[in-house]
T-cell receptor, first 111, second 116 residues
Framework: EDKVVQSPLSLVVHEGDTVTLNCSYE??????LLWYKQEKKAPTFLFML????IEKKSGRLSSILDKKELFSILNITATQTGDSAVYLC???????????FGPGTRLSVLP | DAGVIQSPRHEVTEMGQEVTLRCKPI?????LFWYRQTMMRGLELLIY????????DSGMPEDRFSAKMPNASFSTLKIQPSEPRDSAVYFC??????????????FGQGTRLTVV
């Protein structure tokens, strides 16, 4: 059964801190790993990772995938209160026909 | 494109009533997913369709839940009869899969269901 585990489940930091969120997975026929940010409504897409060792960056956010060790990290530098959200990791498996989500990491950034 | 469109946005119903949630995927997408999200269980995949065909419904909790996709632009998730434990936010998502150009899953705004 496909499985995604995220850690920590909850994290509280202060503005300016750097955080690292972890995602490990087991999936049949891995296709890609995705990160989403969920505030009050629907998850919004951040990154899609398909190759090991290639960092993807968007502003203060970056992510990398290790397909050998079956994990990914999401880094956020110089955190801001607007980064407060649940960060979801998902894996796309089964020949690209389904997305399995982890439980998410709830990040709270205090002023 | 307006994105994935779900209706209604909110639904409050009494236990035992039938509930129908609706979804219009992004035009051109060939995969559609129904998820349920609760504080306790997070985001759970209920069922997904590829080219209008249900591929995996193992996440559907009980026979009270059913989903259909009569055409590429419309899907429904029905709960009959509804129970208080069905209260959750139900998300529909769509993506383009197959070949080299898979997209991420795009989510609708969700339907918040409350069964009293």
């Amino acid at each position: 059964e496909d499985k995604v585990v995220q850690s920590p489940l909850s994290l509280v930091v202060h503005e300016g801190d750097t955080v690292t969120l972890n995602c490990s997975y087991e999936v049949t026929n891995f296709r890609s790993l995705l990160w989403y940010k969920q505030e009050k409504k629907a998850p919004t897409f951040l990154f899609m990772l398909t190759s090991s060792g290639i960092e993807k960056k968007s502003g203060r956010l970056s992510s990398i995938l290790d397909k050998k060790e079956l994990f990914s990290i999401l880094n956020i530098t110089a955190t801001q209160t607007g980064d407060s959200a649940v960060y979801l990791c998902a894996v796309e498996g089964n020949y690209g026909q389904n997305f399995v989500f982890g439980p998410g990491t709830r990040l709270s950034v205090l002023p | 494109d307006a994105g994935v469109i779900q209706s209604p946005r909110h639904e409050v119903t009494e236990m035992g009533q039938e509930v129908t949630l609706r979804c219009k995927p992004i035009s051109g997408h060939n995969s559609l997913f129904w998820y349920r999200q609760t504080m306790m269980r997070g985001l759970e995949l209920l069922i997904y369709f590829n080219n209008n065909v249900p591929i995996d419904d193992s996440g559907m909790p009980e026979d009270r839940f059913s989903a259909k996709m009569p055409n590429a632009s419309f899907s429904t998730l029905k709960i009959q009869p509804s129970e208080p434990r069905d209260s959750a936010v139900y998300f529909c998502a769509s993506s383009l899969t197959g070949g080299a150009a898979n997209t991420e899953a795009f989510f609708g705004q969700g339907t918040r269901l409350t069964v009293v």
